[in-house]
C-alpha cells in the first residue's frame, strides 16, 4: 500500500490539498467527517428530546471490541466508521493491562457498522500510532464510496467504503490546536476572485484544550478550560461561562447542546442560547481513562465513543411530528 507521511510542528497548521479537495460532500442521511458535514458540529436532526429522562436515553445497542482510542463517528453509504487500535487478528477480548495505555495492540482498525449496530466489517488498515496518549486519534471522513484516514503516525490512506480494502491516497485538511494558546478570529474579503484575511480580535476566554466549538446564530460555545463558554463571533466578548458537565467536547442539534466530559463519560443536554446555559439532563457511560471523541447526534440518536466501547442512544422526541430525518 502505497502512502505518504507527514511530520508536522506543534503549532496551528492548515494545509490545504492541492490536488484533491478531501472535504467531504454532504448528502441525504450522511455526517460524513469529524464534526459533521460542515465540519462544525451541528447537526440538521430536529425533533428531539428537549429533557432526558433520569436514568438517561434509552440504549438502542452498543459494541465492544472496536479497539482503543478517541476517534469519533463519521457516516456515509449507509454505514457507521470509526477506528481504534487493537492487535492483529482482529480480537474481540479486551486485553488485560492494569492502564488502557498499557494493553496489547499495534494496529490501526476501521470499523463498519450499520444502523442497526451490526459489524459489517472490520479492517486492519495500518500500524497505530505508540506516542504519548497512544490509540487511533483520526475520524474518517468518507466522501463518493471512498474513506479518507489520516493516523497519527502521520500516513495518509484511502480505503474502500464497501470493503475497507486500500486505494490510491490524496488529500488533506487539517487543524491542530494546544493547550494556553486562547483564540483567534480572523475576518475574511473577498474582491474578484482574491480572498485575504485580517486579524479581528484574539481572546482567552476560549482555551479549547478537547478541541471543537459551535457557531450558531453569531455566537461560538466550546469548551474553555475546565467547562465551556459562549463568545460574540464578531467582538469575542464572553456572554458567560459554567462548569456544566466538565472540560469536554460538544456538538449541536435541535438548538441543543450535546455535552461529553473528557474523563468520567458523562454526557449531558443543555441549552443553547447566549443569554446563559441551562442543564436539561445527565447521564453516564462506562469507560476507562479518557474520553476524547466528540459525541455526534444523527437520525434522532447520539451516538458515544469510550475508549473500547461504542453507545448509541434514542434522543427522538417521539411525541413530535416526524419530519422524515433518517433514522426516525
Known amino acids: 500500500m502505497r502512502c505518504v507521511r507527514f511530520f508536522l510542528p506543534p503549532t496551528i497548521v492548515i494545509c490545504t ?33 428537549k429533557s432526558w429522562p433520569t436514568d438517561g436515553p434509552k440504549l438502542l445497542w452498543k459494541i465492544n471490541a472496536i479497539g482503543q482510542g478517541f476517534s469519533s463517528v463519521s457516516f456515509g453509504g449507509g454505514l457507521i466508521y470509526i477506528t481504534g487500535r487493537k492487535e492483529a487478528g482482529n480480537p474481540q477480548a479486551l486485553p488485560e493491562a492494569k492502564h ?64 475497507g480494502d486500500a486505494k490510491w491516497k490524496h488529500g488533506y485538511v487539517f487543524w491542530a490546536v494546544g493547550y494556553g494558546r486562547g483564540g483567534i478570529c480572523m475576518k475574511l474579503s ?12 484574539r481572546t482567552e476566554d476560549m482555551d479549547c484544550m478537547v478541541g471543537g466549538y459551535i457557531i450558531h446564530d453569531g455566537y461560538i460555545y466550546g469548551n474553555h478550560k475546565l467547562g465551556y ?24 442539534a435541535d438548538d441543543m447542546l450535546y455535552l461529553y466530559n473528557e474523563k468520567d463519560g458523562t454526557a449531558g443536554l443543555a441549552t443553547c442560547s447566549p443569554g446563559g446555559l441551562e442543564m436539561k439532563g445527565t447521564f453516564r457511560v462506562d469507560g476507562e481513562n479518557q474520553s476524547w471523541a466528540h459525541p455526534v ?25 416526524r419530519n422524515g430525518s433518517p433514522g426516525r
Open 190 to 201: 473577498v474582491a474578484g476572485e482574491k480572498v485575504t484575511a485580517a486579524e479581528a480580535w
Open 17 to 49: 490539498l492541492l490536488a484533491l479537495t478531501c472535504t467531504a460532500r454532504a448528502a441525504d442521511g450522511q455526517w460524513p467527517a469529524w464534526r459533521g458535514p460542515n465540519r462544525d458540529g451541528k447537526s440538521p436532526d430536529k425533533g428531539l428530546l
Open 229 to 252: 463558554t459562549c463568545l460574540d463571533l464578531k467582538t469575542g466578548e464572553k456572554k458567560w461561562f459554567e462548569r456544566a458537565v466538565g472540560k469536554g467536547s460538544l456538538c449541536w
Open 100 to 163: 488502557v495505555y498499557e494493553r496489547a495492540g499495534k494496529r490501526k482498525y476501521i470499523t463498519a457498522i450499520d444502523i442497526d449496530g451490526k459489524v459489517k466489517w472490520v479492517k486492519d488498515v495500518t500500524e497505530a500510532y505508540l506516542g504519548y496518549y497512544k490509540g487511533a486519534r483520526a475520524t474518517v471522513t468518507y466522501d463518493n464510496g471512498n474513506l479518507y484516514l489520516l493516523t497519527g503516525t502521520g500516513e495518509i490512506g484511502c480505503y474502500d467504503a464497501a470493503n
Open 297 to 321: 447526534v444523527f437520525g434522532g440518536r447520539l451516538y458515544l465513543r469510550y475508549d473500547d466501547t461504542f453507545y448509541c442512544f434514542d434522543v427522538a422526541d417521539r411525541t413530535s411530528v
